[in-house]
């Protein structure tokens, strides 16, 4: 599982992005957005979510349990 970045609590701030130990976070045209495939959730670096740790707006979590399941049956 990965996080999330709440698209309404984003400030846009940049904090998160170099706080990243695999360079997962990154900043599109409308949004900053965490991919998936890098993000390991900082187990073997920091032991938490760095992002989660720095931002300021709380705007980065884990997807909510039932979100998270409704998305693997559209797409998983
Ligand atoms: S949890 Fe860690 S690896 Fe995942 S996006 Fe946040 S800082 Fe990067
Ligand atoms: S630190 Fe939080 S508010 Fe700032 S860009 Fe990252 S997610 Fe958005």
């Known amino acids: 599982m990965t996080l999330v970045i709440d698209e309404g609590k984003c400030a846009r701030c940049g904090v998160c ?3 990243c130990p695999h360079e ?3 900043q599109t ?11 390991s959730e900082c187990r073997e670096r920091y032991g938490t979510p760095r992002c989660e740790e720095v931002c300021p ?6 997807p909510k349990d039932s979100l998270y399941k409704k998305c693997l ?3 998983g």
Do not use: G, R
Not at 29 to 39: G, K
Not at 57 to 62: C, G, S
């Open 73 to 75: 049956n559209l797409f």
């Open 17 to 19: 992005e170099p706080e």
């Open 24 to 26: 997962a976070i990154s």
């Open 57 to 62: 707006n709380k705007a980065i979590d884990k």
């Open 29 to 39: 045209e409308n949004a900053y957005i965490i991919d998936a495939n890098l993000c």
